[in-house]
């Protein structure tokens, strides 16, 4: 898929959003993208999801591990399109999730075979944290995590992890740190709109 046709799907589903948000690291931006907006009709999930996961049909994928909450569908659609395994076994698709500490861990009765060749997907990428420190969850369970990708790169490029990277759009997005946040210095007080904040919030 495209990334003009990717785009114009995020588009239409009201994905990309305009204002004054805080992001999950701590960044300003004035804008944000909410990929569950996309990711809740189950036919731009499942096209966005065979894309993404045509990236790494070169690769052995034996199951594929999302951070919890934005990654699960996607990565749930990436696995579904990776065709089955050579002993005939379809591929998993397993989350991390943060526990008591803030800590991402694998729970759930969720678990990875030593060496398990593993696919991480994220939904975006703006510092890489939550993909790096996923990564690290299961190369400490035993696996074998053979690439890392996203719906969408916002992250101009920064990204540096210890796998193979793929995303299916880079956006080109202006990110702050609070103490430099133009949007800030304007007077206007910024949202936050992810998963994290939501419940911490509630």
């Excluded at 966005?48 to 049909?57: D, I, Q, S, T, Y």
């Excluded at 052995?60 to 050579?86: F, N, Q, T, W, Y």
């Excluded at 989350?95 to 803030?102: I, K, L, N, P, Q």
Aim: aromatic share 4%.
């Amino acid at each position: 898929m495209r990334p003009e046709a990717v785009i114009r799907i995020l588009e239409d589903a009201g994905a990309i959003r305009q204002g004054h948000f805080e992001l999950t690291s701590g960044l300003h931006s004035g804008t944000y993208v909410q990929c569950a907006l996309v990711l809740q009709y189950p036919k731009y999930a499942e096209q966005l999801g065979r894309a993404l996961a045509a990236e790494f049909l070169d690769l052995r994928v034996d199951c594929v591990a999302s951070p919890a909450l934005g990654g699960v569908i996607l990565g749930h659609e990436v696995a579904r399109a990776i065709p089955a395994r050579g002993d005939g076994m379809p591929v998993r698709a397993i989350f991390v999730e943060r526990d008591a500490t803030g800590g991402l861990s694998l729970r759930r009765g969720f678990r990875v075979e030593p060496e398990e060749h593993v696919l991480v997907i994220e939904d975006v990428w703006t510092t890489g944290g939550s993909t790096c420190e996923t990564i690290r969850v299961l190369e400490e369970a035993g696996a074998c995590v053979v690439a890392a990708g996203a719906l969408i790169d916002r992250s101009g490029g920064r990204i540096e992890l210890p796998v193979r990277t793929e995303a299916l759009v880079e956006l080109k997005i202006e990110s702050h740190i609070p103490a430099e946040c133009p949007l800030c210095r304007d007077g206007s007080l910024a949202m936050k709109p992810g998963s994290r904040f939501a419940r911490a919030n509630s």
